[in-house]
């Protein structure tokens, strides 16, 4: 078993990373519906007006709810930064957090469809123990 002060760590993003996925899973399964709609309207080549008003009411949720997931992950990049390492842990054991925080972040994924990209950049401080950069990028393709 690894330093006791980095396992403890590992849990407490580990939880973090769980909770964070449960609410984009939660997003996701509001957007799929949304995203089959806007499809099938955008198909029809002479769209009603009736049809242009729902096209736009539903791109109107659909930048809603990407706009809460988008807090979401900010939300996630401050818990993240706010817990620390504790200084008694072993420095071997640290210089491997970002690796390993990379590495859980793709591992534990998001279920926002094929749409969407995850890109985390993690940088900890070695002298302070102190998360100094935590990024989840998410790229939506149109």
Known sequence: MGDL????YKKSVSNILDYWNKKLADYAKQLDPIDDKIAELNKNKTPSDDDKKKLADLKKKRDDIRKQIDNASN????????????QRAKKEEVMKLPDWMEKIIKDKGVPLGNDVTVVPDVDIDFKTFKLKKC????????
């Open 5 to 8: 002060y980095v396992e403890s």
């Open 75 to 86: 939300s996630l990049n401050v818990n993240l930064k706010i817990i620390e390492v504790d």
């Open 135 to 142: 990024v989840i990028v998410l790229k939506w393709k149109f």
